[in-house]
């Protein structure tokens, strides 16, 4: 069975996740999920009330690849998305000139971890995925009660209690979602980039075993 991970996001801009040619990654913020998440496991993301106050859902991607140690900024493949803010540089990771997402210097150590061994430079792709964004809707509080009370409960520190039932209408959820959306992008990102980093916010991620 896949590990499920949900949180809110405070921002969705087009960093966290970053959706652009058929791929969805997470390369910045949330190092805990990145770190945990692999090949197969779930990812949810819902809006916090400061972004919607609804708690629409904004996305579901099932994990395809996670790339370790830095590659993804590594790697010239990725070098043109929007995420890849960070580039390798003399044995250090600095930030891109012109980088559109966490301009602030400490933001590299949140993202990627302390030189030099930056243990959180980890980034889960998926090409097996439904983005949202501004198209996203609460119509999943009527269906799945128990995601609803979780997402709505969800906040700094807060743990939901695992447990088969939640387990269980997560992914049905996450089946629904598939069967009614039929394409890997509906919307665009909720909002524009802008110098707020993200990830100073209350809310945090929760795994479901």
């Known amino acids: 069975m896949p590990r499920i991970f949900f949180y809110k996001l405070t921002a969705d801009n087009g960093g966290a996740p970053c959706v652009e040619r ?8 949330k190092p805990m999920i990145r770190g945990s998440a692999e090949d197969g496991d779930l990812i949810f993301g819902f809006s916090a009330n400061s972004l919607r106050r609804d708690n629409r859902l904004l996305f579901v991607a099932r994990v395809t690849d ?5 590659k993804y900024f590594k790697d010239s493949r990725y070098a043109w998305r929007d995420d890849c803010i960070y580039r390798f540089r003399a044995g250090r990771f600095v930030r891109r000139k012109g980088a559109r997402h966490h ?5 590299l ?4 971890g302390t030189y030099p061994n930056y243990p959180r430079a980890n980034v ?9 964004g501004r198209e996203g809707t609460n119509e999943y509080k009527s269906k799945f009660p128990l995601v609803k009370d979780a997402v709505e409960r969800l906040g700094r520190g807060h743990r939901v209690p695992d447990g ?3 387990h269980k ?14 394409r890997k992008v509906m919307g665009s990102p909720t909002s524009a980039p802008s110098r707020y980093s993200c990830h100073r916010s209350k809310y945090c991620g929760v795994v479901v075993q």
């Open 103 to 107: 301009p602030h210097r400490e933001d």
């Open 164 to 166: 088969e039932a939640l």
């Open 169 to 182: 209408e997560l992914l049905d959820m996450a089946d629904w979602v598939w069967r009614n959306a039929g």
């Open 109 to 112: 150590t949140h993202d990627l």
């Open 22 to 29: 058929g791929l969805l990654s997470l390369a910045i913020c």
């Open 66 to 70: 996670t790339l370790r140690n830095g």
């Open 124 to 132: 889960l792709l998926s090409n097996d995925f439904r983005y949202f």
